[in-house]
């Protein structure tokens, strides 16, 4: 399996920025549909958005269309999340996955290998 670490969340002010960054490692990293989730207190984790294997294609939950932008790096085995225009909703611990799907996929159970997450809290 792969193993996928986290890291740049942080505390940031509502309109501030924030870019994840998650590091890859045990299997080829190009072969993975890569995809980010979010998980706020008392809220189901929910799909944020995903990133094909080359990265050409993209996916992302309506409420963040236009202020995050995912991509990747597959010489670095790393994955992205750039987050811009933040705002207290947005507050969650989020958390990288991994897929071999071949397709982008919203749905939890098609993602199989995931990191231990990192807090993003943005206050007003």
């Known amino acids: 399996q792969v193993q996928l670490v986290e890291s740049g969340g942080g505390l940031v002010q509502a309109g501030g920025s924030l870019r994840l960054s998650c590091a890859a490692s045990g299997r080829t990293f190009s072969s993975y549909v890569m995809g980010w989730f979010r998980q706020a207190p008392g809220k189901e984790r929910e799909f944020v958005a995903a990133?094909?294997?080359?990265?050409?294609?993209?996916y992302y939950l309506d409420s963040v269309k236009g202020r995050f932008t995912i991509s990747r790096d597959n010489a670095k085995n790393t994955v992205y999340l750039q987050m811009n225009s933040l705002k207290p909703e947005d507050t969650a611990v989020y958390y990288c996955?991994?897929?071999?799907?071949?397709?982008?996929?919203?749905?939890?159970?098609?993602?199989?290998?995931w990191g231990q997450g990192t807090q993003v809290t943005v206050y007003s």
């Open positions: 996955a991994a897929s071999n799907r071949g397709r982008l996929t919203p749905l939890r159970t098609e993602y199989k290998s």
């Open positions: 990133i094909s294997w080359s990265g050409g294609s993209t």
